[in-house]
């Protein structure tokens, strides 16, 4: 019966072939000019407040401007993974992600955008900037005033794991560039204080909302590395009155960048609203809603200095300056067997 | 005598065995076949170098480790609740049926999270356990605890149903020709559980083995210390090195291919030896 058999199977080839094609011619439906137009933002977790309210307002304004109506699909998530979304063929028009190291990624392996991409907006596509700060204690019982703090035994320091958590990479280069301005760029010292800071993290969670949760929920460590727009939300929603926020004498310049996105916009007929979209980051009313969202603004005169107030005045480096940027930060430091990983070899 | 040609009493069986051949390969096979080319796009140093650092090692040794005692604990306890549920008759016996389900139906990351909070140093029952110097939670106990609640179901499922099927007269009689309570139990009971039993120590090794929700939140993720292996996997996904993640996910395949494969034969053997004695 092989006859039989093999007709068989190439009937049920066929069900499936059926069955699987059906969804694959839909969902292409975007208008050009005119014509409703539908934007995917692919972002990272913590701007999800922030982007739904800008969202709003840029729909509003495209509308008066243009006429068209325009619908923004968010997506959020881990950073990294959210890149590997793109790469693996997620048809996002913008990006806007936590660090340039993954939207790099994005234009080398992919090819939907230039590589000098971060050159094509102002400050370096980034509209919105932020900073490590502290989260302490209430009432700081530590005495936790900044980094050389933090490696003093005993004090259990809460970080996300760098190799898992785009964010928590600023972490480690923060107190990175603070050692290294302390020590006079003697790296051995510097590696030395990086180790020291490392054995006092009890727990390495893989992203930064888990970390604190175990620093405000379950009550472990000392003091929360924290992006600032993090730590300020945090005290927003989770802990008024149980934490408090410490700002160091010196931090890194946390640069989320954004950008276009070009030949999924292209593709879909949406490279101009995609582009006016990030635009709008920068202007007046951009900036004022990413104040509002605990991001500094590029642009502060545009923003409620009720907002402004919350952002204490400090010396921030950037990764390009102190690191030569994040290519080579990370091909030294988190790539396998670099730095942070003979942290935990060396026991 | 099991030629594909051969005629059969029950109709179908070209049709529903090209469509398993056929299922099978697109839901299991090629997506594994993917990850070996993935893998195979390292030399085979690179590869070896990948999947046998130090750090992966210990997270090998952790994540076996770990789920091989979750399954002894589970197969040991699941037991009992199993026995308890097919034996006794007691109200709300119903009940306790449906909640032993439930690590199947919540997500993952939900199980992590709660387990974390009850066990962490301020949680229900970690401030007790803490000032005994019982650490769970960020601790290879904690790793421990979030398999065995994730694994339960599946020996109780397993078991359920071959304790169901065993009749209580076979017992009655084995005691009614002078058999002992344990000679009972060892040559009546067992024959026919111990098959079940070892499937379910199986699937829940297996389970815990992969698990990766309900473990981040609960290890604590210190390197060399409490790693999963699918932490690593992850992490290196995040340095885009896909090559590297899928070497370590091969090797982690490929042990657990013979973990399952060396159950399987010893369940044969198990059931042979048994088939013998009755």
């Known amino acids: 019966m092989p006859l039989k058999l093999s007709l068989a199977s190439l009937a049920a080839v066929a069900l499936l072939a059926f069955v699987g094609c059906k969804p694959s011619s839909t969902s292409d439906a975007t208008g050009g000019q005119g014509g409703a137009v539908t934007l995917l933002n692919v972002s990272y977790d913590p701007t999800r407040e922030f982007y739904s309210e800008f969202n709003r307002s840029f729909t509003s304004h495209w509308k008066e401007e243009t006429g068209q109506d325009v619908t923004i699909e968010q997506s959020h998530g881990g950073a990294g993974k959210q890149a590997r979304a793109v790469i693996d063929g997620l048809k996002a028009d913008v990006v806007t992600l936590a660090i340039g190291y993954d939207i790099d990624e994005i234009a080398q392996r992919t090819g939907l955008l230039p590589t000098d991409w971060q050159s094509r907006l102002p400050h370096q596509s980034c509209p919105y900037t932020s900073t490590i700060v502290f989260l302490v204690r209430k009432g700081n019982p530590k005495g936790i005033r900044d980094w050389n703090d933090l490696v003093a035994p005993g004090i259990e320091v809460i970080t996300p794991n760098p190799k898992t958590s785009g964010g928590a990479r600023y972490n480690y280069l923060a107190a990175w560039g603070y050692a290294q301005r302390q020590n006079g760029g003697n790296e051995q010292q510097t590696r030395e204080f990086i180790t020291k800071l490392f054995r006092n993290v009890p727990v390495l969670d893989s992203g930064a909302r888990g970390s604190t949760t175990t620093f405000v929920q379950r009550g472990i460590g000392d003091v929360l590395l924290a992006w600032e727009n993090e730590a300020l939300l945090a005290i927003d929603e989770l802990g008024a009155g149980q934490i408090e926020i410490v700002v160091p004498s010196v931090s890194i310049l946390a640069e989320p960048p954004v950008t276009v996105l070009d030949k999924n916009a292209t593709a879909r007929g949406t490279l101009d609203v995609a582009n006016a979209y990030l635009q709008y980051l920068y202007s007046p009313e951009g900036q004022r809603l990413a104040a509002k969202h605990y991001y500094r603004p590029q642009e502060p005169e545009h923003a409620d200095p009720a907002d402004m107030a919350r952002f204490t005045k400090l010396e921030r480096f950037t990764v390009q300056d102190e690191f030569g940027g994040w290519q080579e930060a990370q091909r030294k430091h988190f790539a396998d067997g670099g730095v942070f990983d003979s942290i935990y070899q060396s026991k | ?278």
Do not use: H
Request: charged share 10%; glycine share 8%.
């Open chain 2, 1 to 278: 005598m099991t030629s594909i040609s051969r005629p059969r009493v029950l109709p179908g069986f070209s049709l529903t065995l090209g469509y398993t051949v056929l299922y099978l390969s697109l839901i299991v096979l090629v997506p594994l076949a993917a990850l070996f080319i993935k893998a195979a796009g390292l030399g085979w140093s690179e590869f070896w170098q990948a999947a046998t650092s130090p750090r992966v090692l210990a997270s090998y040794r952790l994540t076996f480790g770990t789920a091989l005692a979750a399954a002894v604990i589970n197969s040991i306890f699941g037991f009992i609740v199993a026995w308890t549920l097919v034996r006794y008759q007691f109200p709300g016996r119903k009940l306790l049926d449906a909640i032993v389900d439930l690590p199947f139906a919540l997500p993952t990351a939900v199980s992590g999270i709660a387990l974390t909070a009850v066990y962490s140093q301020n949680g229900w029952l970690g401030q007790y356990l803490e000032p005994l110097g019982v650490k769970v939670a960020f601790t290879p106990l904690g790793i421990i605890v979030a398999m065995t609640f994730i694994g339960l179901p599946f020996v109780v499922r397993t078991v359920q149903p071959a304790l169901e099927d065993l009749e209580r007269e076979a017992e009655e009689a084995a005691a009614s020709l002078g058999a002992s309570r344990w000679q009972t139990i060892l040559w009546v009971i067992a024959p026919s559980v111990v098959p079940a039993l070892l499937t379910g120590f199986a699937l829940s090794l297996a389970r815990g083995i992969g698990e990766y929700g309900s473990v981040v939140f609960i290890s604590g993720n210190m390197p060399m210390r409490t790693e999963i292996t699918s932490l690593l996997i992850i992490s290196k996904l995040e340095q885009y090195d896909y090559a590297g993640a899928a070497a370590v996910a091969v090797m982690m395949l490929l042990v657990s291919f013979a973990m399952l494969l060396l159950i399987n034969l010893i369940q044969r053997y198990a059931a042979r030896r048994y088939q013998g004695v009755l």
